[in-house]
């Protein structure tokens, strides 16, 4: 009779639980918060903050490419001075299709090319500047970067992105701020009619004297309405509300990575923006975020808005951002780099890889042989998720099979009221990991704010590794644990969590 009681018992708590539920199509990626709001409404409205559809393309892409290539590929130089001439720019071999080719083999998703650098010089044969590839010795003046980059990437399957330097030292009206920013518009309108599907442009932050030291009041605005008119599915990096910079250029983002932050929506009507489709845009001020926390508790309780506003992680694969022979052997080691993904993708991050073609307009042996390495270890690590054949057994969570929004996902969850649970598993035998991932489903939101795992010795749960915030995912690298039980504990959350993935695996070594 004990074993039957035990049995149902068992049973009630076992996962395949299965419960329907409907997203809420109202849920925003940004809210207002009112003086009168509680701590406890104010953590309800930051848990229930989504990424935009964009966002969470964007997102899913985990790992891109950066291509710094450019009239400084030819000067040796980080900052072009302006002045260059066009004539110096001559790759002998330029082969975008090789670059795309070599993103892609890696496993890089999306590829952004450095279109205008801060010297000003394009590698589209713009129509409001001289200081282009059309000046230039490379195909006769008659060659388009742009156009073979984008074309290569379309071939390989690679999603493109754009940068485009808002600060220029080449054009004369830099500093005489409206006929700059009129200059900068057409740029734009340029890039974004003339080559497609364009997933990312990137606004770095850099702007230092025009002439005469004159400054340039940059009309962000503007800028931002003709993206959105001509590239409406495409998301704005840095200077701008779409995805933020992580704040460092190590290739390490934050332990605790919140994707919802404070922002200031007191200039917004919250009625009208409601209706409106980037009401950000209208409002939003750049500015660079570098602190270590930016969406905790502590953060967002003097807040008079939220927005989601996620995190990409920009690294060069080399000392400089453009290729120079002279750093061909301080390339970083396939080792160096999976410690980089880890510390990037693994910490709810994009991570952004700069991989630069060299003089000729390749990618050098070295950077590939490196890229080759790093892939080879990703992939043996995640070719075997652990726990795909094991048995879980919930603790106050339940799977729910979610219609709509999330296409017939499955996620785990608790009711909306509790904010701890734990899943048990039993694998299908004793196996030996040091990896492990996390994901949450942040269609509804970034809620897990302390978790930890533990493992079973036969007579006792023994904690090895905790964090703080998951989101969209979450590595973990530790000393190898050799088991057949695993626990993973969601100690504390801002809303009911909502678990989309768990992995455990084992690291070549
Ligand atoms: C910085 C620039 O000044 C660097 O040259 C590089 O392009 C890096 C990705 O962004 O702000």
Same mark, same amino acid.
Request: charged share 25%.
């Given at each position: 009779m004990t074993k039957i009681i035990a049995f149902v018992f068992l049973f009630a708590f076992i996962t395949t639980i299965y419960s329907q539920q409907t997203i809420d199509n109202r849920q925003k990626n940004f809210a207002f918060i009112k003086p009168t709001d509680t701590p406890e409404q104010i953590i309800t409205k930051v848990a229930n903050v989504v990424p935009t559809k964009q966002q969470y393309e964007w997102q899913k892409l985990e790992f891109i490419a950066f291509a710094h290539f450019?009239?400084?590929?030819?000067?040796?130089?980080?900052w072009g001075a302006g002045k260059e001439d066009e004539k110096l720019f001559n790759p002998?071999?330029?082969?975008?299709?090789?670059?795309?080719?070599?993103?892609?083999?890696?496993?890089?998703k999306l590829a952004i090319l450095t279109v205008k650098h801060h010297g000003g010089f394009c590698l589209w044969p713009s129509k409001y500047t001289e200081h282009s590839v059309k000046?230039?010795?490379?195909?006769?003046?008659? #060659?388009?970067?742009? =156009?073979?980059? &984008?074309?290569?990437?379309?071939? !390989?399957?690679?999603?493109?992105?754009?940068?485009?330097s808002p600060w220029d030292r080449n054009n004369p009206d830099y500093g005489d701020s409206p006929k700059y920013n009129e200059y900068f518009c057409n740029q734009l309108r340029e890039l974004l009619t003339n080559y497609g599907e364009i997933t990312e442009v990137w606004f770095d932050g850099a702007n230092v004297? #025009?002439?005469?030291? =004159?400054?340039? &009041?940059?009309?962000?605005?503007? !800028?931002y309405k003709v993206i959105r008119e001509l590239q409406p599915n495409a998301v704005i990096f840095g200077m701008a509300p779409d995805i933020r910079w992580v704040g460092t250029e190590s290739g390490y983002g934050r332990e605790t990575e919140w994707n919802v932050i404070p922002i200031d929506l007191s200039k917004l009507n919250e009625t009208s923006a409601a209706s409106m489709k980037n009401p950000l845009d209208k409002i939003y001020q750049p500015k660079d975020l570098m602190g270590d926390d930016l969406?905790?508790?502590?953060?967002?309780?003097?807040?008079?808005?939220?927005?989601?506003?996620?995190?990409?992680t920009d690294v060069s694969i080399r000392p400089g951002w453009f290729y120079r022979a002279s750093e061909d052997t301080v390339v970083k080691s396939p080792e160096k780099l999976v410690d980089i993904y880890f510390s990037s993708v693994g910490r709810n991050s994009v991570l952004l890889l700069n991989v630069p073609p060299d003089k000729r307009g390749l990618i050098s042996d070295y950077d590939i042989k490196s890229l080759t390495g790093m892939k080879k270890i990703l992939d043996k690590t995640f070719k075997n998720n652990l726990v795909v054949d094991a048995k879980i057994k919930s603790f106050g969570m339940k799977k729910v099979f979610a219609k709509n929004l999330l296409n017939n996902n499955t996620y785990w969850t608790t009711d909306s009221t509790k904010t701890d649970a734990e899943l048990e598993f039993t694998l299908s035998g004793t196996k030996t990991f040091d990896v492990v991932m996390l994901q949450e489903e942040i269609r509804v939101g970034q809620r897990i704010e302390k978790f930890h795992l533990e493992y079973w010795d036969g007579k006792n749960w023994n904690n090895?590794?905790?964090?703080t915030t998951v989101g969209y995912k979450r590595l973990l690298h530790f000393q190898p644990v050799k088991t057949n039980r695993v626990k993973l504990v969601i100690e504390q959350s801002r809303s009911n969590p909502i678990f989309a993935n768990f992995g455990l695996f084992k690291m070549p070594r």
């Open positions: 450019g009239m400084n590929t030819f000067t040796n130089n980080e002998s071999s330029l082969d975008a299709r090789q670059w795309a080719r070599v993103y892609k083999k890696a496993g890089m000046n230039s010795l490379w195909k006769n003046g008659k #060659g388009d970067v742009v =156009k073979e980059f &984008v074309n290569a990437c379309r071939e !390989y399957g690679l999603n493109v992105g754009l940068y485009l004297e #025009g002439p005469n030291g =004159k400054k340039q &009041v940059y009309d962000w605005q503007a !800028y969406g905790g508790r502590e953060k967002i309780k003097t807040a008079n808005g939220l927005f989601w506003y996620p995190a990409e090895f590794v905790d964090g």
